[in-house]
């Protein structure tokens, strides 16, 4: 193993040693001062990207490279070194995966490549090449190694609050030429919009970026955001992110051996003890504090649970028992309610007596309205009664009265007949006895009697009875 690893480079420096007898006559002499060359002694480029390597070169003051200077990077395979790209400023030659950027004739010799394959991997030299000058830098051969795909794309990091709307943005790795990634966002959510662009530069090169514009909810907290990107050849990298949402404090209190449901009041007795918990939900945790009107109490506090113990409970121990959270998003209290068992005896009793008074009370009141009710509809119908009763007997007094009776009484038809004779030597307007007018005269009260002297003429109309 160990001859065979010392006869390549044996053959590699019979190869250097070919080179120069190949390629390097009628050039300088390599030991001449003035040929010097900078760059990377190694290079990695992953499959499916690309590495840009700067690299430079310069030659004796006596020494001036023509417009026409080519600029060559040789690759040794098989113990030779073969011409694998070349340039000029006129011309460039390459196999679509290395090339040559630089300005050769000003002294770059910098090289890009893109999207490797395997057969990629090797040693380098630089050489070039003018019309009365050639010279081959071999103080420094490139070594360029093909890895897999590693790198991973870039998410933005961003602070995310319950209801507040954000935006994320995926970078695809890598800054290339001809190289156009997908990316594809993977989150379990809804009311998300995208948005996918790419920045150039002045060299040519692109980057790619895609957006994702969401509202994040508390229950999205912890769940996982996946930027996916794939390259040439389906090679693919993914890059994954924690959602980290906050939001404000949520209480939820348990009492030992009380249902959940009814943790907002329990009932003691003397001697009697509890265990509260105020169990707390918050991103950033919070400040949890068991308070007893306005006074801190001593508890025990673990990882968001805050413990209240309360032993050898008497009247003067119970009362109102508040837990509070706070945290840079809000403030949330809860309350249990402990009663003494005597306490609400007396309280139901206290109760009970104050409702069966008030139901007393009211029906009182609603008999008392009834029995006024009935009083009155009797009263107002014999006040009815009694009205129809005078009515009738107003009018039967004035027909039958004995002492109402008038004698001598000159009829209606008589009266007007008597004043048109009287009236027959005038210009006066001629009546028909037939037009008699009529009037109607309606008692409604008792009228006193009216005694009427037989001497006096008095005329008369007709009466008629109508009903009160």
Known sequence: MCFKKNWFFVN????????????????????????????????????????????????????????????????LRDGYFHPWVSKT?????????????????????????????????????????????????VSIQPSVSVTELTDKPTISSTRLVNGEEVTFTCTSPGRCWNIMPNILWEV????????T???????????????????????????LLFCRVT??????????????????????????????????????????????????????????????DGKVLPQTVSDQIVILELINLAVSDVGRFQCSATNEHGVTLRTVEVIHHGTQLQFTT???????GAILLVLIIVITALLLMSFRKKRQQHINEKLKDKSNNDTEDIYCYPDF????????????QKELQSSAGDDSVYMNPDDVQYSSIAFSKLKPKIFVNEDVEMEYSEIKKTQY
């Not at 379990?188 to 948005?195: A, P, V, Y």
């Not at 009776?405 to 007007?416: A, G």
């Open 12 to 75: 590699y420096y019979l190869a250097l040693i070919l080179i120069g007898s190949q390629l390097w006559s009628n050039t300088v002499c390599q030991r001449s001062s003035g040929y010097r060359i900078s760059t990377n002694s190694s290079v990695r480029v992953q499959r499916g990207l690309c590495v840009h390597v700067p690299c430079s070169f310069s030659v004796p003051s006596n020494v001036q490279l023509s417009i026409r200077t080519i600029g060559i990077w040789y690759i």
């Open 89 to 137: 400023n006129i011309e460039h030659r390459t196999n679509g995966r290395f090339f040559m950027t630089g300005n050769v004739a000003s002294g770059d010799c910098s090289y890009y490549i893109e999207d490797p394959l395997p057969e990629d991997e090797a040693i380098y030299v630089f050489r070039f090449d003018d019309v009365h000058v050639r010279f081959t830098y």
């Open 188 to 195: 379990n959510m809804t009311g998300i919009s995208l948005k």
């Open 197 to 223: 662009y790419n920045i150039t530069y002045e060299d040519g090169s692109r980057t790619f970026h895609s957006n994702i514009t969401f509202t994040p909810r508390k229950s999205d907290n912890k769940a």
């Open 231 to 292: 390259l040439k050849d389906d090679l693919t990298t993914v890059e994954k992110q924690t959602l980290n949402v906050e939001y404000s404090p949520s209480i939820n209190i348990t009492i030992e051996g009380v249902d959940p449901d009814d943790a907002s009041t329990v009932t003691v007795k003397d001697g009697d003890s509890l265990t509260l918990k105020c169990i707390v939900d918050s991103n950033p945790n919070a400040s949890i504090t068991w308070r007893k």
């Open 350 to 356: 206290v109760m009970a007596a104050a409702v069966g």
């Open 405 to 416: 009776t008038i004698h001598n009484v000159i009829s209606p038809e008589e009266t007007i």
